[in-house]
């Protein structure tokens, strides 16, 4: 078995495999993580394509997620193999930190690589027919000040993602006063995920939640820290339910924690 870079040739496999595991991810979504020059994206790789495993850095701190393995291939030590390749280059460029949010049957793993528990963090769905209310937008030259804003809640400038949700995302929204309260992303299809959102108070994202769902038709998902009570129940008030859950894991320094009782929404389980 060999583990290499991924292509866009590899994308409709991985794409592939998330919808094996009904993840909901999109074909675009795979490509854009590909593609982004933050990322490394791993595939392993036997006679064909048996897994693969996604990082995203932000200066020393660091994401892992996608790991998938096709089920044909499991149990034979591909999964560790993927993790340890993911770590150990995010750990040659520097990184000090790593977060990843880990389904149930994969806490063991993790922990024998190292990572400990730090909170679960929620998913939630609900059904909404919007009404198009008028609403905000956000700009490319907004996303660096966004970037600035966003920095102190969740721990580290993630710019070049922030710019990457600016293409995928068909709902941008913000929050001015003087300065920026808050901002909403969400990604629509057959399934709208909002994410990521981060306000200073649970009544500017009661505006954005508000606006955005005005925006969109269908089942919306939406994954929130559980350490962020007021945002889950402002979501429950507004008719979404707890579907399932994930466990927010770290691994090496505890820091770059931010402030996950303002993250009303996460950008997605593999980039925080």
Sequence with gaps: MMIRKATLNDAQFCHGLTVLEN?????????????????????????????????FQYG???WIGLLI????????GIGTALMEKALKTLKSRGVTTVRLEAVSEAVPLYKRLGFTPEFDSLRLRGEFHGAKLPHSTISE????DIAVFDQDYFGANRKILLENFLVLSSVRL?????????????????????????????????SLLTQALSQVKGPVSVGIPDRNKQGVSLLEQYGFTVTGSSLRMVWGKKRYTGKPERIYAIGAPEKG
């Excluded at 096709?70 to 034979?76: L, N």
């Excluded at 992303?185 to 994202?205: D, M, Q, W």
Aim: hydrophobic share 40%.
């Design 174 to 206: 913000v929050e001015i006063d003087t300065s920026i309260k808050g901002y909403l992303f969400a990604r629509t299809g057959s399934l709208t995920k909002v994410g990521p959102c981060v306000c200073k108070n649970e009544k500017i994202f009661e």
């Design 23 to 55: 993840w909901g991810h999109t074909l675009d979504e795979i490509a854009a993580v590909v593609t982004n020059r933050s990322a490394d994206f791993f595939i392993a790789e036997d006679t064909k394509p048996t897994g693969m495993v996604a990082s």
């Design 141 to 144: 030259k907004m996303v660096k």
């Design 60 to 62: 020393r701190a660091a």
């Design 69 to 76: 393995v096709s089920k044909e291939y499991r149990y034979q």
